[in-house]
């Protein structure tokens, strides 16, 4: 960055912002550790002060969500698009709108990719005290100042209501996940439905590239009974909302308490094909755990087997194969890559947060002292959100720990839990007065040391895309 003046003002300019829109230049720069638009020339209706530069007028626009309309509008590279039809595409999140900075460094390796930088579920905004605009907004500003003009795309993860997707599209969101975790049945013993798979008792279905699924009387009459009603909710979204608005559809049927069987998986896409629904990718709940912000857990061989028949079954009908809480699922991702042909979805989050904290852990040891044990009181109101195997005794006592070792806590799966779980409440805590207790001072770290927080971030979402590409 260079230095540019405004009335003894000193701004340091990003490089790769620098735009023009007719004879006005647009660029972003950042001083006293906030970010800024600039625009030299007409005002272009950006809202902000007017100063003077060079003898030319100038407008300073701060991040409203005003001035962040108005950027997608004069430079469409900053507002989102579809992307899923590409072969991968990654959902990077950003929990507190500040990561993107890095998430663009990462992809920049990889063209061919298509990143998702906006990407966050409800409640996660609700833990978070955001809104979509907001997320939406902090993307578009980072786009744009690190000068990214291959596309992105914007989430909204899981969604399960009417209301909640209108919001989303409402908000210019490109990509809807419709999460059914509360229309499929888990109880099958009381249940009871038309058998809406008849024509498929006791037949070999022929997949791609030789593989196959076989369908018994007894997976027609689970799959009715499972999703039978999740079913009948996608065709009332498709026909309300997706066939109405220029979006990617993914369906999310991977929030249940066991897998998805490669029959059901058969089932449910044959019907959705059947019935004119059209989605790019569909997630289906694989075997083994996916816990938040660990590598995974369970079987390699059997995760591998049934990924290959998944896929052929998404092969066959045309669609692509998303893995949700894909965040250091470093095991799995050689697989993924392998049974694929490289064309999968795959989303991460949280460990944008998780490498926040420890950028605290590693610039601001004392104030990290304060989150993890604020962590530990609020680890079991948290844990009601997730399913974690955390096991608190195996991480180290704090006062054991040296400074210098507290980063080293990153390595140690039951901390990365713990602290990855407990962002809601770190953010949202109080005093007396009703004043944050982390929640500010957190954000100035961030804010101190952005360069750090993006290489931190691209090394490790760098980590997963050549794991997965390599």
């Not at 972003?28 to 625009?39: G, L, Q, T």
């Not at 959705?272 to 997630?283: D, H, M, R, T």
């Not at 095991?331 to 605290?360: Q, R, Y």
Request: proline letters at 2%; aromatic letters at 12%; one cysteine or more.
């Amino acid at each position: 960055m260079k230095e540019l003046c405004f009335e003894n003002c000193g701004f340091k300019v990003y490089d790769n912002s620098v735009n023009y829109y007719g004879a006005s230049r647009v660029i972003m720069a950042k001083k006293d550790n906030e970010d800024y638009i600039i625009v030299i020339g007409e005002s272009l209706g950006f809202e902000g002060e007017i100063c003077a530069l060079d003898g030319e007028n100038a407008i300073i626009a701060k991040k409203t969500h005003n001035n962040a309309k108005l950027l997608r509008k004069l430079f469409p590279f900053t507002a989102p698009t579809r992307g899923l039809k590409k072969g991968v595409s990654i959902g990077t999140g950003d929990r507190l709108g500040l990561a993107t900075d890095g998430h663009i460094a990462a992809v920049k390796k990889y063209p061919d990719v298509f990143p998702v930088f906006a990407q966050q579920s409800i409640r996660e905004l609700n833990l978070t005290s955001r809104s979509y605009e907001d997320v939406l907004d902090a993307t578009t500003f980072s786009v744009y100042k690190n000068g990214y003009k291959s596309g992105f795309g914007a989430d909204g993860d899981h969604l399960k209501t009417v209301e909640e997707i209108q919001y989303a599209l409402d908000c210019g969101f490109s990509l809807i996940t419709l999460d059914l975790s509360e229309h499929i049945k888990s109880d099958i013993s009381v249940g009871c439905a038309d058998n809406l798979f008849k024509q498929y008792i006791d037949k070999e279905i022929p997949l791609a590239e030789g593989h196959s699924v076989y369908i018994s009387e007894e997976d027609t009459v689970e799959a009715s009974i499972i999703y039978g009603e999740a079913l009948e909710y996608i065709e009332k979204i498709y026909n309300s909302f997706i066939i109405k608005n220029d979006v990617d559809f993914e369906i999310s049927i991977d929030e249940t308490a066991t897998s998805t069987k490669p029959a059901h998986h058969y089932l449910i896409a044959s019907y959705l094909v059947n019935n004119g629904i059209v989605f790019e990718s569909l997630a289906p709940r694989f075997v083994g755990e996916f816990q938040k912000g660990i590598d995974y857990i369970g079987d390699i061989k059997e995760f591998e087997k049934q990924l290959i028949t998944h896929q052929a079954i998404a092969k066959h009908f045309g669609y692509k194969l998303s893995v949700h809480s894909g965040s250091d699922k470093f095991s799995i991702f050689p697989i993924v890559a392998k049974h694929t042909d490289k064309k999968f979805h795959i989303k991460t989050a949280g460990t944008n947060w998780l490498e926040a904290v420890k950028l605290v852990a590693i610039k601001e040891p004392k104030f990290y002292r304060e989150l993890h044990t604020f962590a530990l009181s609020a680890f079991e109101r948290a844990r009601k959100y997730y399913v974690v195997t955390t096991n608190i005794d195996n991480i180290p006592v704090l006062d054991t720990l040296s400074d210098y070792e507290l980063p080293k806590l990153f390595g140690n799966n039951d901390a990365r839990q713990l602290l990855h779980i407990t962002y809601g409440e770190i953010l949202q805590a109080k005093d007396e007065n009703g004043k944050h207790i982390y929640r500010d001072k957190f954000f100035d770290i961030l804010k101190t040391h952005s360069a750090t927080y993006a290489e931190l971030l691209s090394a490790h979402i760098g980590k997963h895309l050549d794991m997965l590409l390599g």
